[in-house]
């Protein structure tokens, strides 16, 4: 196949809240690059995943949820940052969840219509369904709801049509040459995806008790030799947020470390041997930072 005949293209992941969006982009990616859990409007940015087969190139862009009542900024920046990448691709993933339809349903498909672009609804986590036979009226449903270019039941979890979808978007990708090396699976930065691995890890362990406002820089991203070192700073606002974080003795805070480390490992192709650094260290804000060390290539 020549270069002329390859196909590639931008699609956008959209949605409200919760509903995979994130998850559905690592299994058609088949690997995590964006986080995920079941608290709502874990992803802030927007999040782009390259997939390249012989044949063509998807960039999928994974968005915030789309969500009313934006009264915080943060909100508003990412109703913005999903906004705005409906307009910027050639075909949309408008993903639903199950037989529902809410007013932020609605919403996003009013933001998808503006934008007069192909949209094929995948309609998420019907594995989850306790009632199968109410899965073909809600469709018919969705169906009356707008000239949608294929509608699918999916499990993004269990890579349920998610190979068909992936054949779907084909249809929609202009010829064109690769815009990335076939190599690359995204373009974030690895101190940004390791920021966000520790992040989740705090979503999933904390909930509710850790505020959205909480944020992970990465104060060192270093290869020494064989040696990957990470340095995570954790930012919080308050002294009592910090105490939940750190835990009795530090214990939550290694469990976090633990956990992301686990997911470094894969991301980054290393194994990881030993923490070099575990404090918490009080600031203005209350910073609490935990230190990784991977060694390169998965060796002991």
Known sequence: MTSEERRCGYVAIVGRPNVGKSTLLNHLLGQKISITSR??????????????????????????????????????YMNRAATTAIRDVDVVVFVGDRPAWTE??????????????????????????????????????????????AILPASALRQHNVDELEKELLAFLPVSQFLFPEEQITDRSQRFL?????????????????PYSIAVEIEEFALDGEV?????????????????????????????????????????????VSYTHLRAHETGRHISYAVFCLTKGGGG
């Open 39 to 76: 608290k709502p409007q874990t992803t802030r940015h927007r999040v782009v995943g390259i997939k390249t087969e012989a044949s063509h190139q998807i960039i999928f862009v994974d968005t915030p949820g789309l969500h009313k009542g934006a009264e915080k900024a943060i909100n508003r």
């Open 104 to 149: 932020e349903d609605a919403m996003v498909r009013e933001q998808i219509s503006q934008g007069g672009l192909p949209c094929i609804l995948v309609v998420n986590k019907v594995d989850l369904l306790e009632d199968k036979s109410s899965l073909l009226p809600h469709l018919q449903f969705l169906a009356a709801k707008a000239d949608f270019a």
């Open 194 to 210: 390791a920021a966000e691995i520790v992040r989740e890890k705090i979503m999933r362990q904390l909930g509710e008790e850790i």
């Open 228 to 272: 990957l070192h990470i340095s995570a700073l954790i930012l919080v606002e308050r002294k009592g947020q910090k105490l939940i974080l750190v835990g009795e003795g530090g214990a939550r805070l290694r469990s976090i470390g633990t956990d992301a480390r686990r997911d470094m490992e894969l991301l980054f192709d290393s194994k990881a």
